[in-house]
């Protein structure tokens, strides 16, 4: 296929599959599951399309995305609906009771602004981590994709998403860790990790 013949299809107005909501999912252990999302929304906001960023783990961190995403209101909404990282104890999550609650409010908060058709693109950041984790039911996370309107471009991040999701999804990409500074002893670094 020549690259006119490539220009061709996605000018293509008549296609049905034009103005279709993706699903796109980045998993895996490596860094840059966020990072790419946060990419995609600034792509989107520059096509003037409105994003809405929720992220489920993260707290009340003053991230550099934070600070600079509020600067382009009103394309980009991002909201914390974390409480911050989750401890884990012998291989298992340990949650406060409020913290559940947390996430059940979170949750139907994230079915209220996918349902009010107010956004080209949500991202919902850090939710594959909570089905791993079995803070969310992936039943419910599947019924928010399939409930979503037509035309809304999903976003999810996070660490080992399930095959259900992944085939669910239109792209998925997997970062894998090759090499980290953190195992060297070097700690988060502003512009970087946060």
Aim: aromatic share 6%; net charge positive.
């Amino acid at each position: 296929m020549s690259s006119g013949e490539i220009h061709q299809k996605k000018d293509n107005a008549d296609s049905p599959e034009k103005n279709r909501g993706l699903v796109i999912v980045n998993t895996g252990d490596g860094k840059g599951k966020t990072t790419s999302a946060l990419g995609m929304a600034l792509r989107a906001a520059g096509h003037k399309q409105k994003v809405l960023i929720l992220q489920f783990i993260k707290g009340t961190w003053n991230t550099g995305e934070k600070k600079i995403l509020g600067n382009l209101t009103p394309y980009i909404r991002m909201e914390q609906l974390g409480r911050g990282f989750i401890h884990f104890k012998d291989g298992k999550p340990e949650i406060p009771d409020s913290y559940m609650g947390n996430i059940l409010r979170s949750l139907s908060y994230t079915e209220k602004m996918v349902k009010s058709g107010s956004y080209d693109m949500i991202i919902l950041d850090e939710i594959i981590n909570m089905v791993s984790y079995g803070l969310i039911e992936e039943d419910d996370l599947i019924r928010l994709i399939k409930d979503k309107p037509k035309k809304l471009c999903m976003v999810l991040t996070g660490r080992g998403a399930s095959e259900k999701i992944i085939e669910i999804a239109d792209t998925v990409s997997e970062m894998r860790e090759i090499k980290h500074a953190y195992r060297k002893g070097i700690k988060a670094r502003k512009g970087i990790e946060y």
